[in-house]
């Protein structure tokens, strides 16, 4: 890959698709740990890149969950799109992508993520005699409702879509979080590469505290990683991110990447301790305020996975789907199979303690034990400090 880069600088070539050296960068800067696993497609005419498509080889395994408890991993050896190729919408691209599949023969297909249902692609995968022969589709989840916010003229139109009292409550709730305690609150926008190791510190320290960092394995894992990554939109001018503070304390974060008129939020995460505050609410609605008066894009995306609040915030929405293109064979139609008889287990399983009650109570139980945990070790530490 990064001779693909280097070829690039030395003899660019035309593409309909924007500056697809930018794009090599990214992707490069974003899997830099990776880079005997990275690869890409290029569809060109004679003289012309019009479309691609970045990937890495993978395991991208099938998972079984109850609520957030993990289950199960049926591993899938596979090429994953960290997003939908960008070809055009015609047969004959993607005819020769799925042909590609032959030059990996240990992979068990391919995965994309977040595939919009809407989609040449998806209908192109649906509808072709020739995809359904070679390969099977599968869909490890049912499709999920995808939330933005299409920004209006002003604001005050955006704030249209709530109901009075919503209004009143979003308005006064940096005001009540400040009078609760006792606090100054401010939000802080990070845009600039100084500003970005500071802020990977903060962030980094309040999703050590949250419960998806000791009970799921995830959160904010690998700080310098984050930094080379920030420093690189940064000085392109992609990044957007904040901080929510109360007095000197910061209290929550979210992660933006603003390119091509789209700021996308992957990743909001805010200490536990404040969460009868409702900071991430206040969180979203400051920065949804902030989007009209500084740099305005023109949607605001929340990213995939249901939320209540995505749709709360959310003034329009699509659909999408995660989406398996397997090689047809003994393996994956076993691995598949399993995966979907687990998964109705599972939500069998979930519907009978919501029945009855035990979900919430579990859920809360859970998150509250692995915080509380968090909370013993760090005393632990601060005792045994000089």
């Not at 395991?59 to 055009?88: A, T």
């Not at 020739?130 to 390969?135: G, M």
Request: net charge positive; hydrophobic share 40%.
């Amino acid at each position: 890959m990064l001779d693909l880069i280097s070829a690039w600088k030395t003899n660019p070539e035309t593409s309909t698709q924007g500056n697809l050296l930018e794009e090599l960068e990214w992707f490069v800067t974003q899997h830099e740990k990776r880079l005997d696993a990275l690869g890409a497609f290029f569809l060109r005419d004679q003289t012309t890149v019009r479309g691609f498509g970045f990937f890495l080889v993978q395991n991208r395994p099938l998972m079984g969950y109850l609520g957030e408890i993990k289950l199960f991993s049926i591993p899938i050896h596979c090429v994953r799109f960290v997003e939908p190729p960008g070809f055009p919408d015609q047969a004959e691209g993607f005819d020769l992508l799925l042909a590609s599949l032959d030059k990996f023969p240990s992979a068990d297909g391919m995965f994309i993520r977040s595939l919009p249902l809407d989609s040449f692609l998806w209908n192109y995968l649906k509808t072709n005699p020739a995809v359904s022969r070679r390969f099977q589709l599968y869909l490890p989840k049912a499709r999920s409702q995808h939330f933005v916010v299409k920004l209006p003229g002003t604001f005050e139109e955006y704030l249209q879509k709530f109901s009075s009292k919503s209004r009143s409550n979003l308005r006064r709730s940096a005001r009540k979080l400040q009078k609760d305690t006792g606090s100054e609150v401010r939000l802080e926008r990070i845009t600039s590469p100084e500003q970005v190791d500071p802020f990977v510190d903060t962030a980094v320290e309040i999703s050590k505290k949250t419960y998806q960092w000791r009970l799921a394995g995830s959160g904010l894992r690998e700080p310098d990683v984050l930094k080379q990554s920030f420093r690189f939109l940064a000085e392109r001018r992609w990044l957007r991110c904040y901080l929510l503070w109360c007095g000197d304390e910061a209290c929550a974060f979210m992660i933006c990447i603003q390119r091509n008129g789209i700021c996308r939020s992957p990743t909001i995460g805010y200490d536990p301790r404040w969460e009868k505050y409702s900071v991430g609410t206040t969180l979203q609605f400051l920065v949804i305020e902030d989007l009209f008066v500084y740099d305005r894009p023109d949607i605001f995306d929340f990213g995939t996975g249901a939320g209540g609040q995505k749709e709360f915030f959310g003034n329009t929405s699509f659909f999408d789907t995660d989406i398996y293109i397997l090689k047809r064979g003994v393996y994956t139609r076993l691995a598949s199979g399993v995966h979907k008889a687990g998964s109705v287990m599972a939500t069998s399983a979930k519907h009978l303690m919501e029945h009855f009650d035990w979900k919430r109570r579990i859920k809360k139980f859970i998150r509250k034990a692995s915080v509380a945990g968090a909370t013993k070790e760090e005393n632990k530490a601060g005792e045994k400090s000089p």
